[in-house]
């Protein structure tokens, strides 16, 4: 009996236990899934900070009394690993980081104390954001792997989540730049405003900076930077070099900016060179230029200033020689040189390396999406008819079905009155045959999103007249119509839903003429729904034409990654057209103004077409026609 009332006891007490157990494992579980969630949220609250320490990097032994410092940059890579251009699919010599590579290898054998530094816009483009699902984005892998020194981020970084440049920055090897970007929060650095290096004994200090402009241009997507602000570069610099005092022998500037500022903006390149003659050497870049020069400085000093172009046409090679005396390093001399990759060998090991991007980009590219029943633009080149424009590219003098084609898509999805649009390459064109990925690139460069605004009349008006800067005022004996060298091309937008006119005779800001909407004149007070990219509507908020409380339609709200206007293109032919595509257009506007009954206009023409009369392009050869031709020229 009371071996029975002992057992009963016993499996009463294990019961109980069991149940503690069981509660107490479930609480454990429990405890452990909140602090894994914790933890997670932890992870993801620090998954975009950069790790700000400050560390000098060491370069060869001091010892020698005369030292040379030797400095390689690219810039504006744009997705360019391989010499390859994905939206062609064909070779392009003077190009690629494979190219690059071969002559980072040369300049480390002259200088084996060589600092490399990228000088920005360089994850995108060019199939670049085929990738950017990875840890660390194939351009940031191939810095790494050539043993890049210096990264500084450029404009077009912030075409992203603002995860995805994080995650990157975290991954390159090197030292990332920027001294002019801040966290709003508390006012501290978003990466290194600088990098010192210790090359032979002599102390180097390179500063990076960016164009301020990236809430205008990234209006649309504030993800993209925030927590964020940008400073006025050449304030920024003034202050950066005089918290440098003291700490640096050779002071190079590593700056994502072009010679002059824009938006406003002072910060160029040529005008902190003047004004901060403390640099001994600047790198430039996003204008995608190509220059080697030097600027006089405020104080009677010159310094040199240098751009390798983009895409990895050339490696800029700037060099600082120094001798000491009395203990103090002296700068004895600086010189600087573009070295071009068009000649040049890649590295095989490099794309051997590297070939899973090359193979992933190429059949991307080739992916069919439909058919195109006839050529878009006949005469590419206004005058010769060529496909490689010399003269006037034929896209920007009269409407063509090819503008017509992404202004159908942009008002299509935005349900607008009115659409603009910019043609992005003089050369765009559809071809009859298959339409590819590729093609759907190459008429659309860059991956902007869709907005859909209200907009007065008024303001629309003022935004036509903006846009229509880009022509040069008619003189009376003009052969050619031609282009204001100040304004990029991708700021000349045409529009569509209204009928209009352009006159060049007129002055820029009187232009544009007898504007209707339905057969109806616009109205100033009348609100209309406008289609623009976000790009231009960043434009819009800088020339208070527009702002925040007038967007009814966010193509990447709505659909993310799938709202880019390149993704609509492709969503448009496969489901609206149903993957046929034929060119059409309505002519809705055309330029006036412009004497065509001209005295030996038609010998000149000729003369043109032969090549015999060369039509300037802007000095960075990135504008075309930039000075009409004109009889007086040749009666002289």
């Known amino acids: 009996m009371m071996k029975k009332k002992f057992l009963h006891v016993f499996a009463a007490l294990i019961f109980v236990f069991s149940l503690v157990a069981c509660v107490e494992t479930k609480s454990a579980v429990k405890s452990n899934e909140l602090s894994s969630k914790r933890e997670a949220k932890a992870m993801g ?43 062609v699919c064909e070779e392009v010599q003077g190009s690629g980081f494979v190219k690059i590579f071969t002559l980072a290898q040369a300049l480390r054998k002259e200088n084996p104390n060589a600092i490399l530094i990228d000088v920005g816009d360089t994850v995108q483009d060019n199939s670049a954001e085929l990738f950017n699902d990875l840890e660390t984005h194939p351009m940031v892998q191939a810095m790494n792997y050539m043993n890049f020194d210096v990264w500084v ?21 090197g030292a990332v730049l920027s001294a002019n970007i801040k966290n709003k929060k508390d006012g501290s650095y978003f990466v290194l405003p600088y990098q010192l290096f210790n090359v032979e004994g002599v102390r180097v200090a390179v500063v990076g900076l960016l164009p301020p402009h990236i809430p205008m241009w990234e209006a649309s997507s504030p993800s993209h930077f925030k927590g964020l602000e940008f400073e006025e570069p050449i304030d920024i610099a003034r202050k950066t070099v005089n918290e440098l005092k003291g700490k640096y022998d ?28 403390e640099f001994d050497l600047i790198f430039g870049g996003h204008e995608h230029a190509r220059y080697a020069n030097e600027v006089e400085g405020m104080n ?30 002296k700068i004895v001399s600086v010189k600087a040189e573009n ?38 633009i006949s005469r590419v080149d206004y005058i010769t008819g060529n496909e490689k424009v010399t003269t006037m ?31 992005f390459r003089s050369e765009m064109n559809l071809k009859k045959g298959d339409f590819k990925k590729k093609d759907v690139a190459f008429i659309y460069k860059y991956s902007n999103t869709l ?52 006159d060049i005779s007129k002055e820029a800001g009187n232009r544009i003429k007898n504007v209707k909407l339905n057969g109806k004149d616009i109205e100033p007070k009348k609100r209309y729904k406008l289609a623009v990219n976000n790009y231009r509507f960043g434009t819009l908020q800088k020339l208070n034409l527009a702002s925040e409380k007038d967007v009814y339609y966010d193509s990447y709200k ?50 043109i077409k032969s090549g015999k009369i060369k039509i300037p392009k802007s000095a960075d050869g990135r504008t075309p026609n930039v000075k009409s031709i004109n009889v007086s020229d040749f009666n002289k």
């Open 451 to 502: 907005m859909g605004i209200n907009i007065t009349g008024e303001n629309l008006l003022k935004y036509m007249e903006w846009s229509a800067s880009y022509y040069n005022t008619s003189k009376k004996g003009d052969v050619t119509i031609s282009f204001n060298p100040e304004v990029r091309s991708y700021n000349y937008d045409m529009f569509e839903g209204v009928t209009y006119d352009i």
């Open 300 to 329: 009677g000093d010159k310094t040199w200033i240098i751009e390798p172009g983009c895409y990895g046409w050339a490696l800029a090679v700037g060099e600082v020689k120094v001798k000491k005396e009395d203990g103090k390093w």
């Open 558 to 607: 709505v659909m993310q990654d799938s709202g880019r206007i390149r993704d609509l293109i492709v969503k448009y032919v496969q489901e609206v057209t149903k993957g046929t595509i034929t060119p059409k257009t309505n002519f809705n506007w055309k330029i006036t103004g412009f004497d065509t009954d001209v005295e030996g206009r038609e010998k000149i023409l000729a003369d």
């Open 45 to 87: 609250e620090q998954s975009e900070q950069v790790n700000l320490t400050h560390k000098i990097i060491e370069k060869g032994a001091a010892g020698a009394e005369n030292v040379t410092i030797t400095i390689g940059a690219t810039g504006d890579v744009h997705g360019r690993l391989y010499s390859y251009e994905y939206a």
């Open 250 to 277: 050779v002071l190079i500037g590593a700056f994502h900016l072009g010679r002059n500022g824009e938006h406003g903006s002072n910060s160029g390149v040529v005008e902190i060179a003047k004004q901060i003659p």
């Open 393 to 423: 590219p034929t896209i920007q003098l009269e409407d063509t079905a090819l503008i017509d084609l992404i202004n159908d898509v942009q008002l299509y999805y935005t349900k607008a009155d009115i659409s603009s649009a910019a043609a």
């Open 153 to 173: 981020l450029g404009n077009h970084e912030f075409n992203f989540e603002k995860e995805f440049i994080s995650r990157n920055i975290r991954n390159f090897n």
């Open 339 to 376: 070295r071009e990759t068009a000649k040049i060998v890649a590295d095989k090991q490099m794309e051997k390396e590297f070939k899973f991007v090359h193979d992933k980009s190429v059949n991307d590219a080739n992916l069919i999406i439909g058919k195109v029943t006839d050529d878009f």
